[in-house]
């Protein structure tokens, strides 16, 4: 029978907890990635609220009749 002593078995928990360090480390790139997307969509969205605050009610009620028909036709 092997006998681990309590030291080594304290490492081994060290070196499977610096590994999964690693990993999570290894996945920054993805965050940013991800962020980078989701800043961009926030832009997008400042973007479209700006243009949508210039237009005129008529122009809305129109936009929007349009996109409710383009809507049902998905549905349907």
Same mark, same amino acid.
């Not at 309590?6 to 490492?11: S, T």
């Not at 940013?32 to 980078?36: E, K, P």
């Not at 609220?49 to 210039?54: D, P, S, Y």
């Given at each position: 029978m092997e006998v681990i002593d309590?030291?080594?078995?304290?490492?081994e928990r060290a070196t499977a907890e610096v @590994?999964? $360090?690693f990993e999570i480390v290894g996945r920054e790139g993805e965050a940013?990635?991800?962020?980078?997307g989701c800043v961009s969509l926030l832009r997008d969205v400042q973007q479209a609220? @700006?243009? $949508?605050?210039?237009l005129?009610?008529?122009?809305?009620?129109a936009g929007l009749?349009?996109?409710q028909a383009l809507l049902r036709a998905d549905t349907a």
């Open positions: 309590m030291d080594e078995r304290a490492d @590994a999964r $360090l940013i990635g991800q962020l980078d609220k @700006a243009e $949508l605050g210039r005129t009610p008529t122009q809305l009620r009749r349009y996109r």
